[in-house]
């Protein structure tokens, strides 16, 4: 287990290639993902107060449930990740579901990371959207760690985004991009659009 301090700011198109070729500059690359993800939820939809975030990842043919202590959007969470020899998803679901989750948050993203000495960066594409995510590398003191964090946003020019205005980023993903549906009913919803079965295919499916 450790301890995640980490923001988030919403970006456009021109903004991502910029920041792209300052990281490629001066971070090291070490990472060029498809992430595809599915969050767990006892609701109906998203509840921001949730003290547990949890969500299965499959990340380059990696697969991994990662449970994060904190409501989303707080700047400090503890996180536990469990990996996996290969593809538990079908298993985790009915795990879940017995639990007592209702919901399934299913998201995409395609990622660039970079990291230098104190953060991790990673550039994110969700459909048509853009974000960046900086991480703190080190976090012995939480104060030392955000305030780390804070300066490389301000390298960037940008404003990490506040913790109301990162749930509203949350909910516009989960309208436009995200794909949401009854627990129970997994996995037909992801194979019914050409879209989503296209993405299970190629990562989860590792067709």
């Given amino acids: 287990m450790h301890k995640e301090v980490e923001l988030t700011a919403e970006i456009d198109k021109k903004q991502y290639e910029t920041i792209h070729n300052y990281l490629s500059k001066n971070l090291k690359k070490t990472a060029s993902e498809r992430l595809f993800m599915i969050r767990f939820h006892k609701g109906d939809k998203l509840n921001q107060h949730d003290p547990l975030d949890i969500r299965y990842k499959w990340r380059n043919g990696n697969n991994k449930l990662v449970v994060k202590k904190g409501a989303l959007g707080s700047q400090s ?3 536990f990740n469990v990996s996996f ?3 538990e998803l079908q298993n985790v679901v009915p795990l879940f579901m017995l639990l007592g989750y209702k919901t399934a948050n299913a998201m995409y993203r395609e990622i660039e ?3 230098n000495k104190t953060i991790e ?6 459909g048509p959207y853009y974000f960046i995510e900086v ?6 003191i939480k104060k030392e760690a955000l305030a780390t964090v804070t300066a490389f946003f ?3 020019n940008l404003k990490p985004l506040s913790k109301n205005d990162y749930h509203k980023f949350i909910r516009r993903l989960d309208r436009e991009v995200n794909l949401n549906f009854p627990l129970e009913q997994f996995p037909h919803p992801l194979l019914q659009s050409p879209e989503w079965k296209a ?8 067709k």
């Fill in 199 to 206: 993405i299970v295919e190629k990562t989860v499916l590792g």
């Fill in 135 to 140: 991480e703190a590398l080190s976090v012995k």
């Fill in 77 to 79: 969470r503890k996180e």
């Fill in 85 to 87: 020899a290969g593809n």
């Fill in 121 to 126: 960066a990673a550039l994110a594409k969700a």
């Fill in 154 to 156: 301000k390298k960037l």
């Fill in 113 to 115: 990371r970079f990291e």
